[in-house]
């Protein structure tokens, strides 16, 4: 196995993803490259649910937004609390309370934490099973 120099906060954030998942770091790392890697041919036309779902939330009044990726069910916080790339919605959903609410248990279901920012709806709306079509 090889090492990788991640800074502080990162390592931190990677650990935390892996307590979540219940996996070793090196597994939350492997797939979030895995999400990464799968290219596509780039003279496709765009599929935009491929590019990601626009999701957002509201917690102890500060706005968290971010892209669900229904392909990976990954979800990247993009600005507000607990920015970054997470392995699933709750995830992401328990970055951001930990980050605001330090002193709550961050456990959450991300389906129902994320709202889409077209619809207004749970993110659990979109939900479909792995490898649906």
């Not at 996996?23 to 790392?29: D, G, K, N, R």
């Not at 993009?78 to 248990?105: H, K, W």
Request: contains cysteine; aromatic residues 6%.
């Amino acid at each position: 196995m090889r090492p990788i120099d991640l800074d502080d906060q990162t390592h931190s954030k990677v650990l935390f993803a892996a307590r979540l998942m219940g996996c070793s770091p090196s597994e939350v790392i492997r797939q979030l490259v895995d999400s990464w890697s799968t290219a596509e041919d780039p003279g496709a036309p765009a599929d935009p649910a491929a590019e990601g779902i626009a999701v957002h939330a509201v917690y102890r009044g500060q706005r968290a937004e971010g892209v669900f990726h229904p392909a990976t069910r990954t979800l990247t916080v993009s600005s507000g609390p607990g920015a970054g790339t997470y392995p699933s919605p709750s995830a992401a959903a328990m970055a951001v309370i930990q980050e605001l609410n330090p002193d709550r248990s961050p456990n959450a279901n991300g389906w129902s934490f994320w709202r889409v920012t077209s619809s207004g709806e749970e993110l659990k709306a979109v939900r479909r099973a792995p490898g649906a079509h």
